[in-house]
């Protein structure tokens, strides 16, 4: 999905984007943007970002510019609020029991990646 990349919501056309694009695309964009190994605020990730790759830092201001447009846009459709965005209970277990039988491989060591 080309949408997925923080680079897209640096894009020239990025808020229209935000308001055009289906709902399933606008989803995956932003729990990209909140999920790690956990779930962290925008504000968490982009800081991560920016100290990763400072040499992107235009870019990532103004993708995290549309992450923010994009983040009250869906947590008002969906009637939450960004703090309540949270990992459900059950999620850990179920990537536990995928990792045991081969369907995904183990979990990075680096939990700070982007």
Not at 26 to 52: E, G, H, M, N, P
Not at 66 to 78: D, P, S, Y
């Amino acid at each position: 999905m080309q949408a997925h990349p923080v680079s897209r919501l640096g894009e020239a056309d990025a808020a229209q984007w935000v308001a055009d694009a289906p709902i399933e695309e606008r989803i995956v964009s932003y729990a990209d943007k909140r999920a790690t190994q956990r779930v962290v605020s925008l504000d968490q990730r982009f800081d991560r970002w920016r100290k990763r790759h400072p040499e992107f830092r235009e870019g990532l201001d103004r993708a995290f510019s549309v992450a923010q447009r994009l983040e009250a846009q869906l947590c008002e459709t969906i009637g939450v609020a960004p703090t309540a965005v949270e990992r459900l209970r059950w999620v850990d277990d179920a990537l536990e029991r995928a990792q045991a039988n081969g369907h995904l491989p183990e979990p990075a060591s680096d939990v700070s990646a982007a």
